[in-house]
């Protein structure tokens, strides 16, 4: 651990905060298949005893609506398993491209301070995270006169 640099650290963080989204997300899923009867059941027991008789066409409307669910289920989890390799490409993507863009905005942003002082000095409140501005604890524009 101790030859992790900080780039290193904040690549490994957004690497792993990736990950845990998907394992969010795949935990969800299946915590949606199995309560699905668990609810069908309350609502088909909590309707006939208020209901009576006339909870029959109630009985229906679940009957066809927690299949379809089962289906859209389903088809949702093939279309993520189909784009699970394009997510995994796309991830691998942003970790080459975002250390890259890094690399040319310091330069671009010294050319800026060098070419158009004015111009500089307008923009550095607002692009420096707060209280790293000296004498300044929140990002605020200079006055113009």
Known sequence: MASISKAMASDAVSFVASDITKIFDGIQDIHYLWTAPIEAMAILTILVVLVKQW????????????PCQYLFGWRIILH???????TQERGSIFQELLPAMKLVNDPAESCLEQCCP?????????????GTMPGSATLRRPSVM
């Open 55 to 66: 909870a029959l066409p109630g009985w229906g409307v679940v009957f066809i609506v927690m």
């Open 80 to 86: 993520k398993k189909a784009n699970a390799a394009n």
């Open 118 to 130: 004015l111009l500089s000095c307008w923009c550095a409140p607002a692009l420096a995270p707060a």
